[in-house]
Nanobody, 118 residues
Framework: QVQLVESGGGLVQAGGSLRLSCAAS????????LGWFRQAPGKEREFVAA????????YYAASVKGRFTISRDNAKNTVSLQMNSLKPDDTAVYYC???????????WGQGTQVTVSS
């Protein structure tokens, strides 16, 4: 069974840090782009960060650029999101995503809650 499982969410104060991890099982995702999305209450799911299969191409949403860092470890089949200088606006459920262009495929984790208090 192919599965992505997020961990590391929790409650932190504004200005604090948190590290999210996503562990994949069932297959290797070394050829997939990996990323993070989030969904805040009352809002649509939005893109946060992504990293391609080689780790060379990295993209961040403007709202998190300079504060968040995405990384992957293909040997461990994991992707992480280091979140620094957290703001209350970062409060959301964070979802791990694995994407392949061919065949067009997406896998999603169940999400992990991140709450940033003021």
């Amino acid at each position: 069974q192919v599965q992505l499982v997020e961990s590391g969410g929790g409650l932190v104060q504004a200005g604090g840090s948190l590290r999210l991890s996503c562990a994949a099982s069932g297959r290797t995702f070394s050829t997939y782009s990996l990323g993070w999305f989030r969904q805040a209450p009352g809002k649509e799911r939005e893109f946060v960060a992504a990293i391609n299969w080689s780790g060379i191409s990295i993209y961040y949403a403007a709202s998190v650029k300079g504060r968040f860092t995405i990384s992957r470890d293909n040997a461990k089949n994991t992707v992480s999101l280091q979140m620094n200088s957290l703001k209350p606006d970062d409060t959301a459920v964070y979802y791990c995503n694995a994407h392949s262009d061919y065949p067009n495929t997406n896998y999603w984790g169940q999400g992990t809650q991140v709450t940033v208090s003021s």
